[in-house]
């Protein structure tokens, strides 16, 4: 009678044998641009940047802008009011803020 043996692997990888990573086959978490940590659930995304919806903020106030006007000014997202302090126009000319969707009739 033979004895068969069933085959056994060695829980430590040979030299040069790339070591398994246990998280090989999860997903990457996309990454808050404010606070640096991984989102999960839902995702803020203005200009191609991703933000929980917390972080998605005024750099000046901290007010939320969820639901309001938010402007980049040299990356930086503000809302109306620090927008407009941040912007000097020529002189003769005001700053009026323009919004997706909304018709503007130039004169």
Sequence with gaps: MRSLR???RSPI???GSPIPSPMSGLQKLP?????CNGIVGTIVKARDKLYHPDCFMC???GI????RGYFFIEEN???ETHAKARVQPP???DVVAVYPNSKVELV
């Design 64 to 67: 939320n802008l969820k639901q």
């Design 91 to 93: 002189e003769g000319y």
């Design 13 to 15: 990888p040979k030299l």
């Design 59 to 61: 750099d000046d106030c």
């Design 6 to 8: 069933s085959p056994v």
């Design 77 to 79: 997202l503000y809302c």
């Design 31 to 35: 990454q808050c641009t404010r606070c």
